[in-house]
Structure formats: C-alpha cells, structure tokens
C-alpha cells in the first residue's frame, strides 16, 4: 500500500490499528517473512486468539493481507504478509486529511449506526 494521499477516514483507522504495541510487535514480525498465526503467538509471547483478532484488525486497514495454504500434513494454515506501505505525516498531510473527514469522531458515528 503506497498511496499518495489518504483521506481522513482512512487516516484514522489507519493510525488506530498501528497505536497498539501487540500490533507493532506483529508488524515487525511479519517484517522480517510471511507467517502463521500459531508461529507469531509463540514468537510474540500472547494466544492465538489474541494475534488473530489484531491480525484482523490490521488486515482490515490493509497493512496485512492473509492467504490460507495447506501444510505438507494437509494442515490449513492462514499465512500473513505485511503490505507494503509508506505513511509520511507531515501537518499538511494531516490537515488536507481533515478535510475529508466524515464526521468529527468516526468512532461516534460507527456506535449510532450499530
């Protein structure tokens, strides 16, 4: 994911899903080749729940993507790839994002629509 600019919105979920240590430790991770949910809880030290809510999280916003593959002992495993990505802030990145915001707190907004 290289885009030139995000918007708002996507800024924010963006940043959310970065601002969590675990997520960080994933990130750094996967950085170094693709893995499996199994291997990154062993490797990161949290439950396999835990990494796949956060690998989901991360998935959503696009900065992991996941293929399922079967091992040589017909095993299916989810495989994650970290994306590529660039995100540069800068104050004029941040406001030129402002602008297309959708609401004053997405968060706000995605309550009421539940």
């Known amino acids: 994911m290289t885009p030139n600019f995000l918007g708002g919105d996507e800024l924010l979920e963006m940043l959310a899903a970065l601002a969590n240590p675990i997520r960080l430790r994933i990130l750094a991770q996967l950085a170094g ?3 499996y949910v199994s291997h990154l809880a062993r490797e990161i030290g949290v439950s396999r729940p835990l990494v796949h809510m956060h690998l ?10 996941g293929r399922l593959e079967l091992s040589e ?9 970290v994306e590529r990505f660039d995100l540069h ?19 706000v907004s995605a309550k009421e629509d539940s």
């Open 73 to 81: 002992d017909g095993k299916a495993l989810k495989f994650y790839d």
């Open 33 to 35: 080749g693709r893995d």
């Open 56 to 65: 989901q999280r991360l998935e959503a916003v696009g900065l992991v993507t």
């Open 89 to 107: 802030l800068t104050a004029a990145t941040v406001a030129a994002a402002v602008r297309t915001l959708t609401s004053a707190d997405p968060q």
